[in-house]
């Protein structure tokens, strides 16, 4: 019975053991971000009522915690549109739908924000810019 | 007659962990064998459990601005107990899930057979019938639970944080446990602990590894064919914290936890047929750096002895 008392705490320490959790310590850099725009292309044009599909692919060298996409209008500083999806991965295929309902031409920035889990409090961000006329 | 021993056995607790979503990791079900009868060797039964959470996830665009998830799992469990032999006895369980759950409004329901376990147990301190006063049980083994559920891998829902749902988790885990009862004529005491180790499933995930322990307390009251076991106690869980890809050791610091729920119930046996009914309430928890918050926990118990 003795030698049973003995080996609790060997068991106890080998769960303890078994209990430490190793994690990913890469820092965090924003230039290892990669997002290839699939559409809309660089200098589209759009007009209103088209839907602008979004659909980029997105990947980093570590864990990315997050993507979103916004719609800027660059003459009046609107946000015409934002969206967001979390992931665990380091690779994502990031896709959205905007209809342009703007009245006036104008130039559109499309952001992507990757927000990667080593530093989530400041995403990366690409961007493209696309007409939008009436 | 035959009497109900109350050196009746509390096994184990293990843990059915439907996948931890972007903010859970808290066990999305628990279950507990409870007491079991020893005046038959052997049991077959169905438990039906109730679980669930609210939560809610800080916005990636704006943080103070919170997106609100739940889920709730019912579980229908077939299960029974087995003896090898008068110290080894063997118990299965085999689950469905039905599982349905909101993450920023997105519904997803799912059902399916889960996870199968089975467990052995030895007693390495059996009670003596002939003591009139004190009596002792200690128990202790292991087991496994094998990725029978079904478990889809990471889809575009599980990588936007709604895996929960799944019926299987797709690993195989496995559980060690010990059990001691001590009674003194119509009271005793039951303490428990059992301890799950997680392997990383087939799509790179692995669940935390989990601890569970609880303190019961119970009175035994017999009239006739009658018996009825009332007790109540504290459960105490800890989980780890996942790995959204265990090869790449990256950590969901987004789940794992522990929380203690103060427990109360009800065993009754008659005859052949038993039944049970316990209700947990959580007291305090801290899952998934507090933006989860897990509801009370009902669960219920038939069993047919013989």
């Known amino acids: ?134 | 007659m035959r009497s109900i021993s109350l050196m009746a056995m509390l096994v184990m607790s293990i843990s059915y962990s439907a996948q931890a979503c972007d903010l859970c990791g808290c066990s999305a079900s628990n279950q507990y064998l409870g007491i079991l009868p020893q005046f038959y060797r052997q049991f077959v039964g169905i438990q039906y459990q109730y679980t669930g959470f609210t939560a809610k996830q800080p916005s990636l665009l704006d943080p103070a601005d919170k997106e609100t998830a739940y889920e709730y799992n019912n579980t229908l469990q077939l299960w029974g107990r087995y003896h090898v032999s008068n110290r080894v006895q063997l118990f299965a369980f085999v689950p469905y899930h039905i599982n349905n759950g909101s993450d920023a409004g997105t519904r997803i329901n799912t059902n399916g057979i889960g996870d199968i376990s089975v467990l052995g147990n030895v007693a390495i301190i059996q009670d003596d019938s002939t003591l009139k006063t004190w009596h002792h049980t200690l128990l202790a083994g292991g087991g496994v639970k094998a990725p029978t559920g079904q478990y889809t891998g990471i889809t575009t829902l599980d990588e936007q944080g709604l895996p929960n749902v799944q019926a299987g988790t797709g690993s195989w885990d496995f559980i060690v446990n010990a059990n001691y009862t001590v009674r003194r004529r119509q009271v005793g005491i039951n303490a428990d602990a059992s301890y799950t180790m997680t392997t990383a499933n087939t799509a790179g995930y692995k669940y935390g590894n989990r601890l569970n322990a609880s303190v019961l307390g119970f009175y035994w009251w017999q009239k006739n064919s009658l018996s009825l076991l009332p007790q109540a106690g504290v459960r105490y869980e800890y989980s780890l914290h996942d790995y959204d890809n265990f090869e790449k050791k990256w950590l969901n610091e987004n789940s794992g936890g522990n929380i203690i729920f103060a427990t109360a119930g009800v065993q009754a046996y008659f005859k052949r047929i038993g039944g049970k009914v316990m209700y947990n309430v959580p007291v305090s928890q801290h899952y998934a750096s507090n933006n989860v918050t897990v509801q009370p926990r009902l669960e219920t118990s038939l069993l047919f002895l013989f």
């Not at chain 1, 660089?42 to 996409?69: F, P, R, W």
């Open chain 1, 1 to 134: 019975m003795n030698l049973r008392y003995k080996n609790w705490p060997v068991f106890a320490i080998l769960l303890f053991a078994m209990s430490c959790q190793k994690k990913d310590n890469s820092p965090a850099d924003a230039s290892k971000v990669t997002v290839v725009f699939a559409s809309p292309v660089e200098a589209q044009t759009v007009h209103k009522g088209d839907t602008v599909n979004i659909l980029a692919d997105v990947s980093y060298y570590a864990e990315m915690s997050g993507i979103a996409v916004e719609i800027t209008d660059t003459a009046t500083g609107n946000q015409l549109y934002e969206d967001n999806a979390d992931t665990h991965s380091d690779h994502f295929t990031f896709q959205r739908q905007w209809i342009d309902g703007l009245n006036d031409s104008t130039m559109l920035q499309v952001k992507i924000l990757v927000f990667m889990t080593n530093n989530t409090t400041v995403p990366a961000e690409r961007s493209i810019y696309i007409k939008s006329l009436p």
